[in-house]
């Protein structure tokens, strides 16, 4: 008969498999774990790490040993690195540079105008091009045509 410390010990043990499997995915389904796929390669595997759990291995140790034998997919939590960094940071990193353009423009377009508008005041002739733009920002949009009004 088993006695108390047997009982413990395969829970532990347990306790660790199911931990470690519902981390890893399954190589056969891809959506699921191992822990709660019943495809043949999910229970092998579910086997393969509580005979490595039993052989004294560390829960690292059988990560290691999935990824180098099927891949770093089949693992849910990728490790951190540079690749991985940068897949996650591009969206931040693109809409940074986006804002960063439109700020810029914003700002530039506004210098513009005031540089314009000193230059007139002091007197400098300014380009056709500053012409227009002043033209354009300075001319208010004519009034909307009502439909029921007759003429022009």
């Given amino acids: 008969m088993a006695t108390e410390d047997d009982v413990k010990q395969r829970q532990i043990i347990e306790n660790r498999a199911r931990n470690i499997s519902h981390n890893v995915r399954c190589t056969e389904c891809g959506s699921q774990s191992i822990e709660d796929s019943q495809?043949?390669?999910?229970?092998?595997?579910?086997?393969?790490?509580?005979?490595?759990?039993?052989?004294g291995k560390s829960d690292k140790e059988i990560y290691k040993k999935l990824e180098d034998d099927y891949g770093e997919t089949v693992l849910y939590a990728p490790k951190f690195d540079l690749q991985t960094a940068g897949i996650w940071l591009s969206p931040v990193i693109v809409g940074g540079i986006a804002a960063g353009i439109w700020a810029y423009q914003k700002h530039r377009q506004r210098t513009n105008v005031h540089i314009m508008a000193l230059n007139l005041i002091r007197?400098?002739?300014?380009?056709p091009r500053e012409k227009e733009t002043m033209l354009d920002i300075l001319t208010p949009p004519?009034?909307?045509r009502k439909w029921w009004w007759p003429g022009k």
């Fill in 39 to 55: 495809a043949d390669v999910a229970i092998l595997l579910r086997k393969l790490i509580r005979d490595e759990i039993k052989a």
């Fill in 142 to 144: 004519p009034p909307p």
């Fill in 123 to 127: 007197g400098v002739p300014l380009t």
